[in-house]
């Protein structure tokens, strides 16, 4: 890999592309991901026929976005723990902890968007 940086479009092309190959691994590789995907993909479909305003449409929406950033950092941050040591570790163990816990705030934060829109 070169040590030179891009510019421009190069950049920004190559950019693009490093982030649809992360999308795409997280889809093939990663159950949870996969899982959330489809929920979420489903979710948006349903949001889209609610007969509800705009701004909470918007909420509805943002809430499944926010579902699969959170567990693509969530893949992230475990993806790199694992790269330094497969070895039990109490700081490894707390950094998967955390990760998981901000992925279910999110998850029980969508379900409360949902639940207050449409009751």
């Given at each position: 890999m070169?040590?030179e940086?891009?510019?421009?479009?190069?950049r920004?092309?190559?950019?693009?592309?490093h982030?649809?190959?992360?999308?795409?691994?997280?889809?093939l590789?990663?159950?949870?991901?996969r899982?959330?995907?489809?929920?979420?993909?489903?979710l948006l479909?349903i949001?889209?026929f609610?007969?509800?305003?705009?701004i909470?449409?918007?909420?509805?929406?943002s809430?499944?976005?926010?579902?699969l950033?959170v567990?693509?950092?969530?893949?992230?941050?475990?993806?790199?723990?694992?790269r330094?040591?497969?070895?039990?570790?109490p700081?490894?163990k707390?950094?998967?902890?955390?990760?998981g816990?901000?992925q279910?705030?999110?998850?029980?934060?969508?379900?409360i968007?949902?639940?207050i829109?449409?009751?």
């Amino acid at each position: 890999m070169s040590l030179e940086k891009r510019k421009g479009i190069k950049r920004l092309t190559s950019s693009i592309n490093h982030s649809l190959a992360g999308f795409v691994n997280a889809l093939l590789t990663e159950d949870a991901f996969r899982q959330l995907f489809i929920i979420s993909a489903i979710l948006l479909v349903i949001a889209l026929f609610l007969d509800v305003t705009k701004i909470e449409r918007l909420f509805l929406i943002s809430s499944c976005f926010l579902l699969l950033m959170v567990e693509l950092l969530n893949t992230a941050i475990e993806t790199v723990i694992d790269r330094i040591s497969l070895d039990i570790h109490p700081l490894s163990k707390r950094a998967k902890d955390l990760g998981g816990a901000a992925q279910l705030v999110t998850v029980v934060m969508t379900i409360i968007i949902w639940l207050i829109v449409l009751l």
